[in-house]
């Protein structure tokens, strides 16, 4: 069974930094799993954030590529995401998620995370 824990969200002013965590476990073997990180504010639609697999990774846009960091640790099964700079747009809450493929739509993410929430304030 996988499972999906994030942790690491919380209250930040804007150009602060935060880095979540996302512990995974049931992925065998992990290393070949594409994880990602998606993001949903109040009243929008979760959106892509950035995703990992082998020495490959994938951003949103350029904005986050400058910004955020996306690492994993796969001895430890566990992903995390650097957030640098912050500003209020990036209030949301974050998942997690495991797929066998890199790629930036939710579809090919079939395990998720309760997600952890981000908030930043100006």
């Known amino acids: 069974q996988v499972q999906l824990v994030e942790s690491g969200g919380g209250l930040v002013q804007t150009g602060g930094s935060l880095r979540l965590s996302c512990a995974a476990s049931?992925?065998?073997?992990?290393?070949?799993?594409?994880m990602a990180w998606f993001r949903q504010a109040p009243g929008k639609e979760r959106e892509f954030v950035t995703a990992?697999?082998?020495?490959?990774?994938?951003y949103l846009s350029d904005d986050v590529k400058d910004r955020f960091i996306i690492s994993r640790d796969s001895a430890k099964e566990t992903v995390f995401l650097r957030m640098n700079s912050l500003k209020p747009e990036d209030t949301a809450k974050y998942y997690c998620?495991?797929?066998?493929?890199?790629?930036?739509?939710?579809?090919?993410?079939?395990?998720w995370g309760q997600g952890t929430q981000v908030t930043v304030s100006s």
């Open positions: 049931g992925l065998t073997p992990s290393s070949t799993y594409a």
């Open positions: 998620a495991a797929g066998t493929r890199l790629a930036r739509s939710s579809d090919e993410y079939p395990n």
């Open positions: 990992i697999r082998g020495g490959l990774r994938l």
